[in-house]
């Protein structure tokens, strides 16, 4: 990561001071002149598929022709690729310019701002002064009182899988929750939902969007022919279209169709959003550390942050379908997360665990990871991915995940992240 950007948040916790409301971050873009304002925005909230359907719907609007901003969290392999523009993150000289306009601002009132906040508002400016024609925008934490929501001009909501994480935060029932990501819907603004999310939540999100007046839609599950789910991805039919994901597993198609629903709506107001590149969006898009093969065999390797319980239920359901033995695991996880259940899913197809900590704030102590699996041990970063790899390779997986923080860290010591 760019040593600025290091020493400059690190003198900011993760979160912040709490919030109740957007009046502090507003306050903080008022003096930095407000560049949101003058951005168009697709927002997406939820609890887990954010990512892959911005990624989506950023990569066919870029294709397009479309100047297209794209913000996601965390980063993955340095805090650079959070913020892109048709995909190319946003270089270093840009970032150390930007820095100084929002620095000075920052630190002088003393208002407990979170590392999500200011990187947003680098963000925002950012993407105003390289006049994007619009960006798809994912959230931090929730809906209603991310950041995020400052914005005024949004295109379409798109409220993805919601399930339990950041219960500390967002509550820990499915109906606080989904309080939460539907803070995300406007007045008269369409809200895209994902099909398979629990009644519960869509009773609080159709609520809502009644509230506001807002359309809802729900891909239409009976108009959907999956023709094929490999690990190379995936092929199918909706509403008598030809569609195909780079991206594996069946949770992939679903994250698609809401995708195709949502262009669908932001092409009334983007005209050259057509079918082909929908398509050809959808079909190219690849999304790091989301179910990310990044070697085919001998061993294949996988790369997924599955933090969560939701998460790892859709790695498991696709690590269960595939015939490599035997199936080795780098697993590491965050102690704020609900790893026990999430684990609970993934061990019982893992012939062998290597566990870690220390990656990142406030993981999981790796011996209590270790007993979750039937053969499950700990090892030190430096040397986890050489002993994975070597037990897996002959004919073997590999699989990287619990955290996508992981990639990161491995990649300081040579590893496959």
Sequence with gaps: MNGEIINFLGGYTKSGAPVH????????????GNPQDRLKFVHVAGTNGKGSVVRMLANSLT?????????TSPFIYRYNDRIKINGIEIPDEELSRIISIVRPVVESDGAGYSQFEIT????????????????????????LYDSTN?????ICSVIM???????AILG???TDIAFQKAGIIKDECTVV?????????????????????SKVIRPDLSKLNILRSKPDGAAFTYKMRDYATAMPGNHQIYNALTAIEAAGVIRKKFKKLTDSKIFDGISTAVMPSRCQIVRKKDPMIIIDGAHNPEGMRALTEFVASLPQYPKVMICGMSADKDWKTALSYISPYIDKAYCIDGFCPKTVFAPKLAECFKDGETAPISEVYRRAYSYAENGGMLLIGGSLYIPSALNKFGGQG
Aim: proline content about 2%; some cysteine.
């Design 21 to 32: 409301d957007l009046s502090r971050f507003a306050s903080l873009m008022d003096r930095l």
């Design 63 to 71: 294709l397009a022709g479309y100047r297209t901003g794209e913000f």
């Design 120 to 143: 947003n508002a680098i963000a925002f400016l950012y993407f105003a002064e390289q006049d994007c024609d619009i960006v798809v925008l994912e959230t931090g934490v929730g809906g």
């Design 150 to 154: 400052i914005i005024r001009d949004n």
């Design 161 to 167: 899988s919601i399930s339990f994480d950041h219960t």
């Design 172 to 174: 820990d029932k499915i």
């Design 193 to 213: 939902v994902y099909p398979q999310n629990p009644f519960e939540a869509n009773m609080v999100i159709d609520k809502y969007a009644a509230i506001h007046g």
